[in-house]
């Protein structure tokens, strides 16, 4: 069964950092290109960033691209988003998905992310 547990989001003032980590099972996660997509109030789930499955080339929406990183470690079948200089546009509930423009699985619960100004 295909679980994609997401964590590390919170409350932070605009300007700040976050790290988001997903732990995935269920599947060859080493044998995936992985994505992270965001989903504010009221709008539609967006995709945020791409990383291959051996973690080489990436891609990153506009909006995000020079803040956020994406990064994973087929080791710990994890994938990360480090969130900085933040802004109160990021606020979103974040998920991870394996795929590398289209999600392949079901979503899990997503972590919040809410900056403040």
């Known amino acids: 069964q295909v679980q994609l547990v997401e964590s590390g989001g919170g409350l932070v003032q605009a300007g700040g950092s976050l790290r988001l980590s997903c732990a995935a099972s269920g599947f060859t996660f080493r044998s995936y290109a992985m994505s992270w997509y965001r989903q504010a109030p009221g709008k539609e789930r967006e995709l945020v960033a791409t990383?291959?499955?051996?973690?080489?080339?990436?891609n990153y929406a506009d909006s995000v691209k020079g803040r956020f990183t994406i990064s994973r470690d087929n080791d710990k079948n994890t994938v990360y988003l480090q969130m900085n200089s933040l802004k109160p546009e990021d606020t979103a509930v974040y998920y991870c998905n394996a795929g590398y423009r289209s999600p392949i699985f079901n979503w899990g619960q997503g972590t919040q992310v809410t900056v403040s100004s």
């Open positions: 990383i291959t499955s051996g973690g080489g080339p990436t």
